[in-house]
């Protein structure tokens, strides 16, 4: 064919679609009954509504010129097309826009220039789109694919959106296939059901990515979501999402009265070393895991992380090495003990939403650490230090010295004890003096009763019991009292304990204000 000649063997309904073709304008083949109109449906659509995918290929790769005043554009709405539709390998300049159209073999978008390209309410059985490179959106809302997509490496210039689109999956159990894909602006799948794995491992979005209200399982697979690497300019949202959305209102606040759907994921969620610009987003999501499943955060860097999640029953949640700036969840969001890795997961502050009382931040950590790691104490004690909460962050210390201390061999685990309940390792100085006092007292009342017999009777001084057990009790000074008496029998046991009791205080007392010193510095 050359030049604007229209192919002879055209039937009625491709004739129309080539005229529309070349006035830009829509060519609606539905008939105007909800029922008949689905494309998902079993209502037959006869020739009156049938076009071949070769002439939709020949009208974008070799169509016909313009009608004068008007731009050529491919804008099909209600078509049955028959035969495979491949446009690998080529430049096309014209917008595609198909909706509500039922494709009886794949589409073939391979290594193919295209502008915006629409797909809305369509029954596809695949989409093949490696490597695809769009100077506009892709848009492919409400459709069904019944193998899934495979874009990857896949350019799109602006927005991706699979709103309320429903992937199942390939031969090889993928709904979704998009390693490496690279989106310039957002990337929307809310609403989005799949049912196999989606891959967007090396993935780049340049705006935000949104699952909300999406509902992703793969049951025949470790993953729902693999996502290892992924980069998002701004934030993921996994969150619940309006039904019935409109598109041209995604990411914005739904109307009063919108029934929102959140989202649910059964399988695991990978998204180790996975950067986000602005934040990840987790709240009022439904983990249905396996033993060995997992959502893996681990290496995911973050300004912010919103943790809160309904309490998945079975399954890991791993933050091992993760860094976030500030760590927003609920006491209730998180697992049980071996259900958590906090090990090396470093956070700045702590901005709990409801209720988080110390208790349960230090359940928390006993969860993450089956066994003694003194990493995750540190991190919770420097954050509440941080926002000026030094009496629980001395709390949390404490804890981390007594499960240290149970992995200690007999005689280091006394000592431990014995510093635990004299001074709390320092950090309960006040305890000090209470012990002091108290064996001051004791000592005074003992030797009052239980005088000793002076060493010199010409040169020894007043007899005191008070100052006597304070000169005991105190290794740096020297009173003159303890050096003028001679003890023997029990009060000489008890002078000796009151001597070794006055250094090991005072030797704890130093420690712990060497420690609060290098705290403060």
């Known amino acids: 064919m050359a030049g604007d000649e229209v192919p002879e063997d055209l039937t009625p309904a491709e004739f129309g679609m080539w005229q529309a073709f070349r006035n830009g304008s829509a060519y609606d083949l539905r008939v105007g009954d909800e ?21 939709v290929a020949l009208l974008l790769l070799s169509g016909p010129s313009a009608l004068p ?6 804008k099909i709405t209600g078509a049955r097309i028959t035969g495979p539709l491949d446009l690998s390998n080529s430049q096309i300049d014209v917008p595609v826009e198909l909706r509500g159209c039922r494709f009886e073999a794949p589409v073939r978008l391979v290594d193919c220039q295209m502008r915006t390209v629409i797909f809305d309410g369509c029954a596809i059985p695949a989409l093949e789109a490696a ?9 492919l809302s409400d459709c069904t694919m019944s193998s899934g997509i495979s874009m990857p490496q896949a350019q799109i210039g602006t927005d991706l959106t699979v709103n309320s689109s429903r992937l199942y999956r390939d031969r090889r159990g993928k709904a979704w296939i998009g390693d490496g894909l690279n989106v310039g602006q957002d990337l929307n799948a809310e609403l989005l059901s799949a049912s196999g794995e989606i ?24 993953w729902a979501l ?15 999402g309006a039904e019935r959305q409109d598109i041209s209102q995604i990411g914005g606040t739904p109307a009063l009265g919108t029934r929102m759907r959140r989202t649910e994921v059964h399988g695991g969620v990978l998204l180790d070393g996975a950067t986000f610009g602005n934040g990840l987003v987790i709240e009022r999501v439904r983990f249905v895991l396996a033993d060995d499943q997992s959502v893996s955060l681990q290496s995911v860097q973050a300004p912010e992380l919103r943790f809160m999640p309904e309490r998945p029953e079975r399954g890991t949640i791993i933050l091992a090495n993760a860094t976030v700036g500030r760590l927003v969840d609920r006491a209730d969001s998180w697992p049980g003990p071996g259900q958590l890795v906090l090990q090396g997961f470093t956070y700045e502050t702590l901005a709990p939403i409801g209720p988080f009382p110390l208790a349960a931040r230090m359940a928390w950590l006993a969860a993450a650490t089956p066994d003694y790691s003194p990493e995750p104490y540190d991190r919770l004690a420097a954050s509440l230090r941080a926002t000026g909460e ?33 001074l709390g390792y320092g950090y309960r100085p006040a305890r000090g003096l209470f012990w002091l006092l108290s064996l001051w007292l004791a000592g005074s009342l003992w030797f009052a009763s239980h005088p000793p017999p ?15 057990t304070l000169d005991l009790l105190l290794p740096v000074l020297d009173l003159g009292q303890e050096a003028a008496w001679r003890t023997s029998g029990a009060s000489q046991w008890i002078a000796l304990s009151l001597v070794i009791l006055g250094w090991l205080l005072a030797t704890i007392v130093t420690a712990g204000a060497a420690a609060v010193i290098l705290r403060r510095n």
């Open 390 to 422: 030094d009496a629980d962050a001395n709390v949390v210390v404490l804890a981390k010295f007594r499960r240290r201390r149970a992995d200690l061999p007999l005689a280091p685990r006394a000592w431990e004890v014995f510093q635990d309940v004299a």
């Open 454 to 468: 002076p060493l010199n009777a010409e040169e020894a001084p007043h007899w005191q019991p008070v100052i006597y």
């Open 199 to 222: 891959s967007l491992r090396g993935a780049r979005v340049g705006g935000q990515f949104s699952l909300r209200g999406a509902s992703l399982s793969n049951r025949y697979g470790r």
């Open 131 to 139: 490597r695809l490179t769009t100077t506009g959106d892709l848009q």
């Open 35 to 55: 029922v008949q109109d689905d494309a998902n449906g079993t209502w037959p659509w006869g020739a009156e509504r049938t076009v071949r995918a070769r002439m």
């Open 69 to 74: 005043g008007r731009a050529a554009a491919l």
């Open 226 to 240: 693999n996502a290892l690497r992924l980069v998002v300019e701004e934030s993921l949202f996994l969150t619940p």
